[in-house]
């Protein structure tokens, strides 16, 4: 990720044999937050762990959804047809405004249970990635520059696989010629 310029530059840094030092000592570092159960309890531990795994996998899918109507919008909007997509989603746009509402939900409500009795501790153990994650995106789009693309400049043909184009299963992978149904069914097991 530090490579490609989605991390910070110094954790792609490696050493004469290729080993990410910084990359190591900071994943590292996290790791030893299991160790945590030596002073402040194995529960303890395991519960922050549970809360911020939670919370991350609630943005990440709500990411995910977003992106989804982001590229469709996008597809529509420079005129290109559903049709011409190798892969499409059953119920798009229902699931995907669905996923992205539930998840906001989700990521809302996960830790309602530390309003009562309220800690400042668990709350913030429980909401810390909701704010944090906002942030983490501006100030990516700061330090690199970028904007939000409008639809209909968003680039949808660079690092498109030509591989997609055709369904593979559907021709003899041999002679190239395109299999009967029978064929492709017994292709398929």
């Known amino acids: 990720m530090a490579q490609g310029g989605q991390a910070p530059r110094f954790l ?12 190591l000592v900071l994943t590292n570092a996290f790791g030893a937050l299991a160790m945590m159960n030596v002073s402040t309890g194995a529960a303890k531990a395991y519960t922050y762990i549970v809360n911020l795994s939670g919370v991350s996998t609630f943005l ?20 290109r047809s559903s049709d011409d997509l190798p892969y499409k989603s059953l119920l798009y ?39 944090l994650f ?28 030509v591989d997609l184009d055709k369904k593979k299963s559907d021709f003899d992978d041999r002679s190239g010629r395109r299999l009967n149904w029978w064929q492709r069914v017994l292709k398929s097991f």
């Open 12 to 23: 792609g840094w490696t050493n004469r044999r290729g080993v990410p030092v910084f990359a």
């Open 60 to 79: 990440v899918w709500g990411s995910i959804s977003f992106i989804h109507i982001r590229f469709r919008t996008a597809w529509h909007k420079q005129g």
């Open 93 to 131: 746009p229902w699931n995907a405004y669905f996923g992205l509402g539930a998840n906001m939900f989700l990521a809302l409500v996960q830790g309602w249970t530390t309003l009562s009795p309220f800690t400042a501790g668990t709350f913030v153990d429980a909401y810390i990635l909701l704010p």
């Open 134 to 161: 906002p942030i983490i995106w501006f100030v990516f789009k700061l330090i690199n520059k970028t904007h939000f693309w409008r639809s209909w400049e968003i680039d949808l043909d660079s690092g498109q696989r």
